[in-house]
Nanobody, 116 residues
Framework: QVQLVESGGGLVQAGGSLRLSCAAS????????MGWYRQAPGKQREWVAT???????NYADSVSGRFPISRDNAKNTVYLMMNSLKPEDTAVYYC??????????WGKGTLVTVSS
């Protein structure tokens, strides 16, 4: 079992920045990849960024260059630094942990609202 708790969401003006955190606990040694997803009102959940245990990263085109993902293995925490925020980035942001044997765990999400 892995527990994930996101934090750092809030209200920000367009062009501003926020840093999301996702703290993992439980069977953390089984975690391979960690990632961020988001779900805007009335839309399906979409992938944002992923980081592997080795530090390799991948990004959705919509956030590439703006939302660097990072990982602090000592703190069992993954971060999403969101820069140059746009109103279309408004969504609930979810953290996901992918275990080495295929199981996925999700956090409950944190709301990011970007005002124009």
């Amino acid at each position: 079992q892995v527990q994930l708790v996101e934090s750092g969401g809030g209200l920000v003006q367009a062009g501003g920045s926020l840093r999301l955190s996702c703290a993992a606990s439980g069977s953390i040694f089984s975690i391979d990849t960690m990632g961020w997803y988001r779900q805007a009102p009335g839309k399906q959940r979409e992938w944002v960024a992923t980081i592997t245990s080795g530090g390799s990263t991948n990004y959705a085109d919509s956030v590439s260059g703006r939302f660097p993902i990072s990982r602090d293995n000592a703190k069992n925490t993954v971060y999403l630094m969101m820069n140059s925020l746009k109103p279309e980035d408004t969504a609930v942001y979810y953290c996901k942990a992918g275990l080495v044997y295929g199981t996925n765990y999700w956090g409950k999400g944190t709301l990011v609202t970007v005002s124009s």
